[in-house]
C-alpha cells in the first residue's frame, strides 16, 4: 500500500515537468514537398516499362510513355514544378535528345513538369525518338527526380523508373509471371510467330490486360491458346524449315501436346 501511494505522488510530481515539456516542443512543418513514382500492380520495385516502334506505324519517329507521379503531404494552393533527371546504369544507356528528349527541353518543363495547385498525382510524358540504333539494341532510360527548391525524393523504392527502348520485339515485362506456364520460354522469333497467328501484338499492355484477366478468371482459354498456337507450329513446320530462335533453338509450344 505504501509503495502504491509513493508511485502516485511521483507522478503527480512529474505531471507537470512533463506537460512542461510537451508545450515546448516545437510543432513538425514538412515544407519541403516530395516525390514518388506510381507503380503497377505486382511489378517489382523499379518497374520496368518495355517500349518497342515496332509495335506501331513504320513511319512514327516519335512516341510517348506517360508516368504516373504523387506528392507526399498535403496538395498546394499553387502549381509546383519539379525536375527530372536520368539515372545512369552503365549498360545501354539511352542518349538525350538521341533516343529521347532531353528532360530540360524548355517546352516539356512549361508544360508537363509541374503538379497544378490542389493536385497530388499528375501524369508526364517520357518523349522517346526512334533513332537507327534501335534497330539492334536496346537501350535503357532510367528516370529519377532531381531535388529543386520545391520537391525532393520521396519514399527511396518509388524513386525511379526504368524503360527499355526499342525497335525490334522485346520480351514483355510480366511475361514470366502470366505467359510462361502456358506458352514456355519466351523467344524473338516465337514473338513474332505469336503476333502473326492471333493478329495481336503481345506486348506489355496486351499481357498485363487480356491475359491478366484470363489468368484470374479463365485459364482455359489460355489453355485454348496454347493448343492454337501449338498446331499452328506444327502446321508450319510441316512445310517450311523448323522454326528456330537465334542459335538454333527450335521454338516450341511444348503445353499445347497435352491437348491431343
Known sequence: MKTLIRIFIGLLISAPILISCEKDLPVYVEEQGRLNFIYERDLPRDSMISFSFSFGPAETVIDTVWLGVRTMGKPSDHDRSFSLQQLITGGNDAVADVHYVAFDNPELASKFYYVPAGAIEVNIPIVL???PSLKNKNYTLRVGFKSNEVFSHGSKEFS????IIADQLVKPKNWDS???HFFNEYGPVKHQF???TTGEKWDDEYVNTVI????????NFLFY?????YRALEKYNATHEKLCEEGGIPVEFAFGGGFE
Open 178 to 180: 502470366y505467359c510462361k
Open 160 to 163: 525511379f523508373k526504368r524503360i
Open 225 to 229: 491458346m496454347a493448343q492454337k498456337l
Open 129 to 131: 525518338k526512334r533513332d
Open 212 to 219: 491478366y484477366s484470363y489468368l484470374q478468371s479463365d485459364q
Open 194 to 196: 505469336m503476333i502473326d
